[in-house]
C-alpha cells in the first residue's frame, strides 16, 4: 500500500459497512437513463458513480443516508480529508482556509456587483467568516445560515445574525436577502436543485447570490482518472454546463463567472425567471464528456 493508502486505512472507516440509499433519479432532469462511470473514490472506498445520459450530471447511487452522512461530517470527514492529502485539516486550520477564500471573493464580487449589497445570507456560513469579510466589505448586515449550533455561536460573537438550519427548511416569511452566498458546499449537498429553488426564495427580485463549483471534468483531467474526482463526501460532482443548468431551472441567471486555479467555477448569479434549460444541448456535451471519461479510465 501507499503512503496516502496507509493513512486513509488509519482512519479505520469502512464505508460499506454504512447505511445506503439509492438515487433512482437524476436529480436535474429526472432522468434515470444512467451510466455507470466509476466503482471506487479517490479514498478507495467501493462507491458506485452515475453519469445522466441526458444532461450528465454526476452522483453517487448509492449514497450515505442523510444520518449517515451526518455522523460521517461529526466523526470522520476532517480526519479523512488530513489523511488524504497528509496535512492536518480542522476547524482551526480551515478558518485560515476560509479567510484566504474570503479575500478572494470580495475581490470578485466588488468587480462585479452593480451596487453594494444592504444584506447578506451566507447559506452554510459555518463561524461567519466569509460573512464577515463580505459585510465588512459592503458595510452590509450579515446574517448566517447553519445547521452547526456550536459554529453559529461563533458568529453570533462576532455581531452577526445566525439561524439554525437548512435551506431547505428555512422559511423567511417574506423576507429577502440582496446577496446570498452558497460557498463550497453544492457539492454536499443532497438535493442541490431543492436548495437552489430556496436560494432563489431567499433572494430579493433585484438582488444577487453567488455560487461555487467543483467541475468534475476539470478534476478527472487532473487526476487522470474519474475514480481520483469522485468523492463519498461529494454525493453530487457538476460541470460548469450543469451547474448553468441548475441555475436556470432556479431563477438565475449567470452575470459573471471565474475559474480559480482548483478547478471551482464561481458564479455571480441575478434573479431571473425559471426557465428549461437546453436539454438537447446538454445530452451532447454529457456525451463528449463520458467519451472522455472513457478515455481516461
Not at 40 to 68: H, K, N, Q, V, W
Not at 210 to 233: C, H, P, Q, T, Y
Request: negative net charge.
Amino acid at each position: 500500500m501507499s503512503e496516502r493508502a496507509d493513512r486513509i486505512a488509519a482512519v479505520g472507516y469502512d464505508y460499506a459497512a454504512h447505511e445506503l440509499e439509492p438515487v433512482e433519479a437524476c436529480n436535474l432532469c429526472g432522468s434515470t437513463d444512467l451510466d455507470t462511470v466509476a466503482e471506487r473514490d479517490r479514498y478507495g472506498y467501493p462507491a458506485t458513480f452515475r453519469m445522466c445520459r441526458r444532461c450528465g450530471l454526476g452522483f453517487l447511487s448509492p449514497r450515505l443516508t442523510a444520518a449517515e452522512y451526518g455522523t460521517f461530517y461529526e466523526r470522520v470527514y476532517r480526519p479523512l480529508v488530513s489523511a488524504y492529502h497528509g496535512r492536518r485539516i480542522d476547524a482551526e486550520t480551515v478558518q485560515v482556509d476560509q479567510r484566504g477564500y474570503a479575500e478572494g471573493l470580495v475581490a470578485f464580487l466588488r468587480q462585479t456587483l452593480p451596487r453594494a449589497p444592504a444584506t447578506v445570507l451566507d447559506v452554510g456560513g459555518s463561524t461567519g467568516i466569509v460573512a464577515a469579510a463580505v459585510r465588512d466589505a459592503f458595510g452590509a448586515r450579515a446574517t448566517v445560515l447553519d445547521p452547526a449550533p456550536d459554529e453559529l455561536a461563533v458568529a453570533a460573537a462576532n455581531g452577526m445574525e445566525t439561524v439554525a438550519g437548512f435551506a431547505e427548511d428555512f422559511d423567511p416569511g417574506a423576507r429577502r436577502w440582496d446577496l446570498v452566498l452558497l460557498c463550497q458546499t453544492i457539492d454536499h449537498l443532497l438535493d442541490v436543485r431543492a436548495t437552489l429553488a430556496s436560494l432563489r426564495r431567499l433572494t430579493s427580485d433585484d438582488g444577487h447570490a453567488f455560487v461555487d463549483v467543483l467541475d468534475l471534468m476539470i478534476a478527472a483531467r487532473k487526476e487522470g482518472s474519474i475514480e481520483g474526482a469522485v468523492k463519498i463526501d461529494h454525493p453530487y460532482s457538476l460541470t460548469r454546463e450543469s451547474a448553468l443548468a441548475f441555475f436556470e431551472h432556479a431563477g438565475f441567471a449567470p452575470l459573471s463567472e471565474r475559474l480559480s486555479p482548483d478547478g471551482h467555477w464561481g458564479f455571480v448569479l441575478s434573479a431571473a425567471t425559471a426557465s428549461e434549460p437546453d436539454w438537447e444541448q446538454l445530452h451532447r456535451v454529457a456525451e463528449a464528456y463520458r467519451a472522455e471519461l472513457e478515455v481516461l479510465g
